[in-house]
T-cell receptor, first 113, second 112 residues
């Protein structure tokens, strides 16, 4: 069993729809949670960075963490064609100096105009 | 732009050869990490360097090695290349250990 599970998709939704992307994890020691967006032939771009359980909002993006269920989500409101990309969840342990990020496999998202 | 640049963008090697990939971080970013991303997979942690010393390593064999230099540049070296080494190699830097990671665009390595 992988430490981080993510539905690879692909996921296609019409422009303006709300998108929900999810990851589950098995290691309860993960303390930091991130969402990255990766366009084709580019490196991952950090979208959201959270620590505690609950919601964090940034513009059209909302990250949700539920540590009790070991489940994280990214919501995209009013989706745009420019949001078409692969979305990667990533997690990190809490001990200082251990900088390894563990990634999900990524979900390929297409927003249809 | 993240300020992290990698070279070359693409590289083709044959099995058994050696390769060196390069990364230039933003000024002031004293931590650099390297990741391997196979097609259709998430990035896998190779190792991290902090102030020119290795500071954590993932599940990669010793033929993967690195260097970090005082001018915020770094290298990933891979010896005795295998077909499975074909992947996108990503460099990521941060201001300090524990800070957010910013990725470069990667080097696409093909081993034939």
């Amino acid at each position: 069993q992988k430490e981080v599970e993510q539905d690879p998709g692909p996921l296609s939704v019409p422009e303006g729809a709300i998108v929900s992307l999810n990851c589950t994890y098995s290691n309860s020691a993960f303390q930091y949670f991130m969402w990255y967006r990766q366009y084709s032939r580019k490196g991952p771009e950090l979208l959201m960075y959270t620590y505690s359980s609950g919601n964090k909002e940034d513009g059209r993006f909302t990250a949700q963490v539920d540590k009790s269920s070991k489940y994280i989500s990214l919501f995209i409101r009013d989706s745009q064609p420019s949001d078409s990309a692969t979305y990667l969840c990533a997690m990190k342990l809490g001990n200082f100096g251990n900088e390894k990020l563990t990634f999900g496999t990524g979900t390929r998202l297409t927003i249809i105009p | 732009e993240t300020g992290v640049t990698q070279s070359p963008t693409h590289l083709i090697k044959t099995r058994g050869q050696q390769v060196t990939l390069r990364c230039s971080s933003q000024s002031g970013h004293n931590t650099v990490s390297w990741y391997q991303q196979a097609l259709g997979q998430g990035p896998q942690f190779i190792f991290q360097y902090y102030r020119e010393e290795e500071n954590g390593r993932g599940n990669f064999p010793p033929r993967f090695s690195g260097l970090q230099f005082p001018n915020y540049s770094s290298e990933l070296n891979v010896n005795a290349l295998e077909l499975d080494d074909s992947a996108l190699y990503l460099c990521a830097s941060s201001m300090a250990v524990g800070e957010k990671l910013f990725f470069g665009s990667g080097t696409q390595l093909s081993v034939l």
